[in-house]
Nanobody, 118 residues
Framework: QVQLVESGGGLVQAGGSLRLSCAAS????????MGWFRQAPGKEREFVAG????GFTWYADSVKGRFIISRDNAVYLQMNSLKPEDTAVYYC???????????????WGQGTQVTVSS
């Protein structure tokens, strides 16, 4: 079982940047795929970005060109050119299977709030 803890959320103006971090503990996760999802009030949780153990990345169309996912001993989400519609609770996820990460079937953190003001 992987325990995931997100950090780095906060309040930012539109056009600004934030960097989210997700630390994992409980076992070695270097061979895990990792990802970020988000959930806005009244909406379903949606995929944002993912990264395989080998560093291959993929993104939701809504964040391509603005967000960058990366990893070392943790996984990060650099969010640039933020928009009010990016406001949500952001969740980190992990699983040995990149397919499960893509589909939201991995382990979850508790989430971190990101609020973008207009």
């Amino acid at each position: 079982q992987v325990q995931l803890v997100e950090s780095g959320g906060g309040l930012v103006q539109a056009g600004g940047s934030l960097r989210l971090s997700c630390a994992a503990s409980g076992r070695t996760f270097s061979n895990y795929a990792m990802g970020w999802f988000r959930q806005a009030p009244g909406k379903e949780r949606e995929f944002v970005a993912g990264i395989t153990s080998g560093g291959f990345t993929w993104y939701a169309d809504s964040v391509k060109g603005r967000f960058i996912i990366s990893r070392d001993n943790a996984v990060y989400l650099q969010m640039n050119s933020l928009k009010p519609e990016d406001t949500a609770v952001y969740y980190c996820t992990a699983d040995p299977s990149s397919t499960k990460v893509r589909l939201g079937g991995g382990s979850w953190g508790q989430g971190t709030q990101v609020t973008v003001s207009s």
